[in-house]
């Protein structure tokens, strides 16, 4: 079954490339992985070069290329070993290229760069930020370390204020959070409902360096790499009786913070297209009030409304929106005006702004793929997956529904280690203590069981999601999921359970942080 979408963006891509890490020193005998991740239209082929000559792995017992090229795994490795490794990605309209370098050198010959590579870099990033009723706590998902915890009565730095606030008897509340965004790995803010205010935590000193004061009950938080600004939804009210939208400009430079409130009036929730290696700059957003059948469509340049799109014809009232690149789709979940109807999706062509129609019978909260060539849709009321590809040419087929019976409160992506441009989901249950793992391209399931019970839905009223599952970024292997009172880390090359952390109350605002 297929949705044939016709598309007025599609085009052939050139491949653009990101290569981790760019430097790495090792000493002899141990391994070492050298990754490249490529994206294009249609997807790349991968090779590589040592020092301008090509890697034949057949030649070497060391060498072996894994996940159709995207990861060069060398063995036992030796001083000679030592080269600037290119990765050239090449598609039918073009090539791009990178170099990571590899140094062998043994414990003794150490150079400074090399000792600051491995110690100081690893200690201030490729951690989770994790915050919970105990304050926030920096993991190591390797080693499952604790790397720092921020206790709730530290101070921030310019003001002196606990990062957590006392109440009128004196006693030592819990820290209470909502939603947090990294800010170009320089940066991390976070909502605190219950302060009127996000706080912003400086990355690479570790420490919460200062406040800035919003609208009631912030909520919701969304970065705008595009524009360097934070989005910022308040309630106003328990009740959302009077929401506000503020943006916060220059994000990255945190010296000096502007704090705008936009005009836009009874805005329930907004959408603003994530960022990737191919689309670097995005224009438009979407604002929607979970009682009108309409998105309003805004400049992200000017802050400024500049068209309304109706949904009255397709009886839907907006609840949540993906978009895909590849066809220039905006799949937006409904709740229909007719109480008796499904959850049902429509499409939205990126470029005419134009309702193309249903999405087929598929029902559900959409999420695409950071490569935009999956749409996986949840129906949480049956516990329904429905997996579908967008084509090169813009047609969106359905692949396979998968019956799951689990009530899904959040849905990541694993890119996988064995096959090329695929994808792992890993999704987790609002009620249930389960995990549920499916290999995209063959919808293999499996179950990761009793990973303790998920934070009360009423004790997390800031979202649906109360229990949140996080990657740890574009060549991560980790992932991180919050139970009431712990944490999980999932080994996600593996399909296992890594290690849990104990002690961690309502932690289920989790930011990761590092070059993977």
Known sequence: MSTRCTSYSIDIVPPVIR?????????????ASLKCHAEGIPSPKIT????????????????????????????????????????????????DEDISSLFIEDS??????????????????????VFSDEGITLIQPNECEIRRQIKPADKIFTTYEPICPSDDSGSAPPCHWASAVNVRDKYIYVAQPRQN????????????????????????????????????????????????????????????????????????DFFIPPTNLIINHIRFGFLFNKSESAVHKIDLDTVTQIKTISFKNYSCTPLNMAYTHMGGYFIVQCRSNRSTSALHQIIIDSVTDTVIGSNSDVSGTPYVSPDGRYL????????????????????IE????????????????????????????????????????????????DTMKNLKEAIALKDWPWSRRNRIIKNSGLFGQYLITPA???????????????????GFKRGNTIVWVGDV
């Not at 949480?380 to 590809?389: K, N």
């Not at 203590?433 to 919808?443: A, P």
């Not at 009431?484 to 104990?502: D, V």
Request: glycine residues 6%.
């Open 197 to 268: 205010r996000v706080l912003i935590i400086d990355i690479q000193t570790q420490k919460v360096k200062q406040s800035v004061n919003v609208d009631p009950l912030p909520a919701k938080l969304l970065y705008d790499k595009s524009h360097d600004q934070v989005w910022v939804l308040s309630w106003g009210d328990r009740r959302k009786l009077h929401p506000t939208l503020q943006v916060i400009s220059e994000a990255s430079t945190v010296e000096i913070q502007h704090v705008v409130r936009t005009p836009f009036e009874g805005v329930d």
């Open 376 to 395: 996986v849709s949840v129906d949480e009321g049956s516990g329904r997956i429905s997996v579908q590809t967008i084509t090169i040419r813009g047609e």
């Open 19 to 31: 290569v981790y890490p760019e430097t790495q020193a090792q000493e002899p005998g141990v391994s």
């Open 48 to 95: 590589w070069l040592k020092n301008g000559i090509d890697i034949i792995p057949k030649l070497s017992k060391q060498l072996t290329l894994l996940a159709n090229a995207s990861e060069l795994h060398i063995s036992n490795v030796r001083y000679e070993d030592t080269g600037a490794y290119t990765c050239i990605a090449k598609n039918e309209v073009g090539v």
């Open 484 to 502: 009431n009172n712990s944490l999980f880390i999932i080994n996600g090359r593996q399909n296992t359970l890594h290690c849990e952390a104990s």
């Open 398 to 445: 359905l692949v396979y529904t998968l019956e799951t019976h689990l009530h899904v409160s959040d849905l990541t992506f694993q890119a996988s280690f064995t096959e090329g441009n695929q994808y792992y989901i890993y999704a987790t249950s609002h009620l249930q203590t389960d995990v549920l793992h499916v290999e995209l391209s063959t919808g293999k399931m």
């Open 108 to 129: 003794a010959r150490k150079t400074l760069a090399n000792i600051l590579w491995r110690e100081e870099g690893l200690s201030v990033g490729n951690i989770f930020y």
